[in-house]
């Protein structure tokens, strides 16, 4: 039985930092996706790595969120630094398996979705 269960959301001032976990259980993935949904919006691609390391990011957070994996790849992680207002949503992890990893990681998304961990920036 796959669990995905996301962790270190919260609430940061403008500026800051916040990382987020997922852990992996259940099966073997080679893609590993963060979406987020801000209220009142569709769910949006925020950051993609495969198992091999390729990493794919959505244009307004290149240069401040940064997307990994433990070594056993069981946890996912999002770094988030100097983060916006805009950032505020609640993020998703989301897994797959796929046979052939497309170039565009950003159009891929796993059947496999955790529940969310909401992050607020705000003063």
């Known amino acids: 039985q796959v669990q995905l269960v996301e962790s270190g959301g919260g609430l940061v001032q403008p500026g800051g930092s916040l990382r987020l976990s997922c852990a992996v259980s259940?099966?073997?993935?080679?893609?590993y996706n963060w979406y987020r949904q801000a209220p009142g919006k569709q769910r949006e691609f925020v950051a993609a790595i495969t198992r091999g390391g390729r990493t794919n990011y959505k244009d307004s957070v290149k240069g401040r969120f940064t997307i990994s994996t433990d070594s056993a790849k069981t946890t996912v992680y999002l770094e988030m630094n100097s983060l916006k207002p805009e950032d505020t949503a609640v993020y998703y992890c989301?897994?797959?398996?796929?046979?052939?990893?497309?170039?565009?990681?950003?159009?891929?998304?796993?059947?496999?979705w955790g529940p969310g961990t909401q992050v607020t920036v705000s003063s």
């Open positions: 259940g099966s073997i993935f080679n893609i």
């Open positions: 989301n897994v797959g398996l796929t046979l052939r990893v497309p170039d565009d990681l950003s159009s891929w998304s796993g059947p496999y």
